[in-house]
């Protein structure tokens, strides 16, 4: 403890004198953070170290010395200070009762985020990117683009449909479905009078129960052998119960966006996409909620959000892409 | 017309052959994707692009068979196929009536935002980043973090008190002040029994429009002169409002890793911890509610959401980065 205090205000003197230094290449007085006497300023910055829950205020004196100092005209002068503040920056981090010393990193969250993957990418890894999106968005149009631009597989409602109806025609052939190489072109849609085949089909359960549950399995299956882009189907909420790597994204626009481009997309007018809109997206809410527990859209619960409307779908899934992709492990 | 739909049967035949030389290449029947006759499958698929509200479909046809056309073992005829795919995907983009056509880009929006900077970078142009954030997300360490390490200036709600303190102090040298390179230390809370003075100070309006107000023009100036990162204070409706470009992040955690970080930084037990939450983000909500009428924190009222549970503080700036500096115009 005594070790630490001495250590602040060593600190704090070097903070001093950088203000004063600064404050010498600007000239006005105005331009001096501390303006007490000395022993005050460096007394007051040390407690502001040392298990302060003030520390905060530290970080904003540090900012506006940065301000001042990156305003020194000659260059030479400007990268020293700068030189300085960055090392008391990096001292600071070492003192545990400082700012910016307690992370806000969740380890197990962490451990499951697919961006992280570059740090320990072995054949086991696949890169999986779950995409959520409200109606309109062009979400799936983005979803589709990163897929291709990724060059990996790509998932969505018609084609898991299409896996699940197989993969419930032949339940001998699940190694060959779950690589997805291997699907009839028809799906077949439940008839009405089915009613006893479906409890039979779906082992007693509510159907989308059953559905849920057949997907869940798939899934799982599929993210163990390859890479891919799923819209939808709360498959990143699927992976974190399975404790599968992948990232999570969402996708929205302003209403009034999403409003004008169904108009066009679905050839309505304005009253009916918008609501259509409202339907959807109150019927996707209900189905991540019921099966989640989870708000839908809620930013808390995706590792990113993307608003649509600023980038457009190739702007989109550049950003995506640089973001899940630094190391262009994909892209080469 | 006619011409389009010539076009979309030509599509729809290079689509069908495409899909035959996968499954051939994959020998199983089941590898088919158009499992019907010729001219059905061809018809069919020229419908879906010509004009059809189901164009959608197409793109699950078109995934299918690329989902597929992956697993060949082949190099060289796996790259052929999947070059007539990509080429293909590049014909049905020049159908305006097929899928992925319609985007949902905004211009007004893009215009605004500095992602786009890069193809246009003049003097006049500044990076400005806007940072919303959630209490105990750790947002402001990583604010601060990004402007140190795109080497831009901070801005905070202390550094601004000092600069309209300041402003407040002098009148004549809002010059000055704008470019934050000259601001006192301590900042002057008003006392009490200064309500006069208040009156005078605030034009008569109530003191937290007054405030936002000057706060406004002192934003809408320092954004004509240097690159910031500039935490809450409605900025990004503010600089929207002013027509300057920007980039608007609102930060989150769930709430569980923010009461337990909130418990280490603020010493609090779980239950002050999480009260102090919950007031300080329905405070932030009605406040950006009050001024900008829009919903604090819902994903499409901002260009990105990051949930900095997932990456940390260094990971969050690193992504951050990535992002609107795509070029290492400010890295370097």
């Not at 404790?243 to 481009?261: D, G, K, L, M, N």
């Not at 108009?263 to 959807?280: E, F, G, V, W």
Request: aromatic share 8%; charged share 25%.
């Amino acid at each position: 403890m005594q070790e630490n205090r001495a250590k602040c205000m060593k600190l704090a003197e070097r903070i001093y004198e950088l203000d004063g230094e600064v404050y010498q290449c600007l000239g006005s007085s105005l331009g001096r953070v501390f303006t007490g006497s000395r022993d005050e300023c460096v007394e007051s910055l040390a407690e502001l170290m040392c298990g302060s829950r003030k520390s905060y205020l530290l970080r904003s004196e540090m900012a506006l010395v940065a301000n001042m100092a990156r305003t020194i005209p000659d260059e030479e002068t400007r990268a020293r200070l700068m030189a300085e503040y960055n090392n008391i920056l990096v001292e600071i981090k070492s003192i545990p009762t400082s700012f910016g010393t307690v992370d806000i990193l969740d380890e197990s969250r962490a451990k499951l985020n697919a961006i992280h993957l570059h740090e320990r990418f072995t054949d086991k890894d696949h890169l999986i990117v779950c995409i959520s999106r409200t109606l309109g968005c062009a979400g799936t149009d983005i979803g589709f683009a990163l897929a291709n631009a990724l060059k990996i597989n790509f998932y969505d409602q018609k084609i898991f449909n299409t896996v699940l109806e197989h993969l419930d025609a032949d339940k001998n052939s699940i190694e060959d479905i779950s690589s997805a190489n291997e699907v009839p072109n028809k799906v077949r849609k439940p008839q009405k009078g089915q009613t006893l085949d479906n409890f039979h089909r779906y082992h007693g359960l509510p159907e989308n129960d059953a559905v849920f549950f057949n997907l869940s399995g798939l899934l799982c299956e599929m993210a163990a052998k390859e890479d891919f882009v799923v819209m939808g189907r709360c498959a990143d909420v699927i992976l974190t119960g399975g404790r599968i790597p992948h990232v999570s994204v969402f996708i929205t626009a302003p209403f009034e966006q999403r409003v004008r481009r169904v108009m066009k997309t679905h050839s309505l007018d304005r009253k009916h996409a918008s609501n259509l809109l409202k339907q959807l997206d109150h019927k996707r809410s209900k189905y991540y909620h019921f099966f989640t527990g989870r708000k839908w859209g809620d930013p808390e619960n995706y590792d990113l959000c993307i608003n649509s409307a600023s980038y457009g779908i190739q702007g989109s899934v550049e950003m995506i892409s640089r973001m899940i992709d630094q190391n262009g492990l994909y892209r080469r």
